[in-house]
């Protein structure tokens, strides 16, 4: 129990089908980050959110749409996703970097599977 | 742009020593970590280094820098069957942002 819980688990969907995946932290960090991870390559920052403001988007699909409406909460939103979007996403927390001792250690939740069809 | 590497797989027996390593390219990098991937799971923070020191050991775990070369590595000493998981490398500076290597599969044959 890692303290940032994602939900679901695991998603098939279809390429025409709108879903969402939620991510809660009861760590009561500031920061939260949303990471894909597929086979092979390296893993992937999408976005980070740091007192609920974006403050990086890595070139990121505008099919894939971010939320946070609360240090507490992330998500994203999916729509017209294509097969090679099927990964394993991961959502994490932090406190934010203010400067030594702070190591900016990140928390992670166990992920979304997801599979489009 | 900023880059880390690391080879896809690893396999060793049980009771032998393990040594991971990874590239990478950002000089300012101001903390390395390592981090473990057990299957189904999240990823957990193993260990870190701060840039200025060039070795930290934790029991079995010995994390080596050489800050010159840009090359972290991690060694797990009496690898057992638990070790068995995905060590993803990554290297932080003074933002939030961690850049992340591949993750080293190591598979510890009993």
């Known amino acids: 129990e890692t303290g940032v819980t994602q939900t679901p688990r695991h998603l098939v969907m279809g390429m025409t089908n709108k879903k969402s995946l939620k991510c809660e932290q009861h760590?009561?960090?500031?920061?939260m980050y949303w990471y894909k991870q597929s086979a092979k390559k390296p893993l992937e920052l999408m976005f980070v959110?740091?007192?609920?403001?974006?403050?990086e988007n890595n070139s990121v699909p505008s099919r894939f749409s971010p939320e946070c409406p609360n240090s507490s909460h992330l998500f994203l939103h999916l729509h017209t996703l294509q097969p090679e979007d099927s990964a394993l996403y991961l959502c994490a927390s932090s406190h934010l970097r203010t400067g030594a001792p702070n190591t900016g250690e990140l928390f992670f939740g166990e992920g979304s599977r997801l599979t489009v069809l | 742009g900023e880059d880390v590497e690391q080879s896809l797989f690893l396999s060793v027996r049980e009771g032998d020593s393990s040594v991971i390593n990874c590239t990478y390219t950002d000089s300012s990098s101001t903390y390395l970590y390592w981090y473990k991937q057990e299957p189904g799971a999240g990823l957990q923070l193993l260990t870190y280094i701060f840039s200025n020191m060039d070795m930290k050991q934790d029991q079995r775990l010995t994390v080596l820098l050489n800050k010159k070369d840009k090359h972290l590595s991690l060694r797990i000493a009496d690898t057992q069957t638990g070790d068995s998981a995905i060590y993803f490398c990554?290297?932080?500076?003074?933002?939030?942002?961690?850049?992340f290597g591949t993750g080293t599969l190591l598979a510890v044959q009993p």
């Open positions: 990554a290297e932080g500076g003074a933002t939030n942002k961690l850049i």
């Open positions: 959110y740091s007192l609920e403001e974006r403050v």
């Open positions: 760590l009561g960090h500031n920061a």
